[in-house]
């Protein structure tokens, strides 16, 4: 079991361009969600995968945003025309579905800084 | 709707002294409460867990109680020691579309000096 990895670690960009995380999760989780921390703040939901379906998107997440997990594996996350406000964690995490009794394993997270 | 607050930091103590740290709930509904850690350059990790009222959960010498009465899950840890060092996130899951959606606090970073 090696954990949820995210790539990459950090990511400079200027205002305007676009960027792409990704995510892999646990071997055999079948969720996988996203979240954002802003500095000195908790995570914040933004959207939910049950297998290779999008089941759920928060508020947080404009139009600029998208995220996929083809195959139900992998996920990644793009954030298009990028601006100074999205800079940010952004983690993922992912579980194995037990309900109530469900545990979220986080990811190291993808640390954005937007120029 | 569904909050979580938790007691501002930054906390610093002496190694070896009592840990309260105090968190408090908003939730419609019977949510899981859940402490996690994020130490210096690395991701969160689960302390600790409780599924129902009067539930504690322990972990690495650190408890709380899921107090339903006083909407509370206070993490507390007899004798803390430098390697506690870290910002710790009192958070509620609640359902949604049949997954746990979590709601975090805004964190307390805790200092523990030798």
């Known amino acids: 079991d090696t954990g949820v990895s995210q790539d990459p670690r950090h990511k400079i960009t200027k205002r305007g361009q676009n960027v792409t995380f990704r995510c892999d999760p646990i071997?055999?989780?079948?969720?996988l969600y996203w979240y954002r921390q802003t500095l000195g703040q908790g995570p914040e939901f933004l959207t939910y995968?049950?297998?290779?379906?999008?089941?759920?998107k928060s508020r947080l997440l404009s139009d600029r945003f998208s995220a996929e997990r083809p195959k139900g594996s992998f996920s990644t996350l793009e954030i298009q025309r990028t601006e100074q406000g999205d800079s940010a964690m952004y983690l993922c995490?992912?579980?194995?579905?037990?309900?109530?009794?469900?545990?979220?394993?986080f990811g190291p997270g993808t640390r954005l800084l937007v120029l | 709707g569904n909050s979580v607050t938790q007691m501002e930091g930054p906390v610093t103590l002496s190694e070896e002294a009592f840990l309260t740290i105090n968190c408090t709930y908003t939730?419609?509904?019977?949510?899981?409460l859940f402490w996690y850690v994020q130490y210096p350059g690395e991701g969160l990790q689960l302390l600790l867990k409780?599924?129902?009222?009067?539930d504690k959960g322990s972990n690495k010498g650190f408890e709380a109680t899921y107090r339903k009465e006083t909407t509370s899950f206070h993490l507390e840890k007899g004798s803390v020691q430098v390697s506690d060092s870290a910002v710790y996130f009192c958070?509620?899951?609640?359902?949604?579309?049949?997954?746990?959606?979590?709601?975090f606090g805004q964190g307390t970073r805790l200092t523990i000096n030798p």
């Open positions: 939730a419609t509904g019977y949510p899981s």
């Open positions: 995968f049950q297998n290779e379906a999008q089941l759920e």
């Open positions: 409780a599924t129902k009222a009067d």
């Open positions: 958070a509620l899951s609640y359902g949604i579309q049949g997954a746990q959606k979590l709601v």
């Open positions: 995490a992912s579980s194995l579905g037990q309900g109530a009794w469900e545990t979220q394993y």
């Open positions: 071997s055999e989780h079948n969720r």
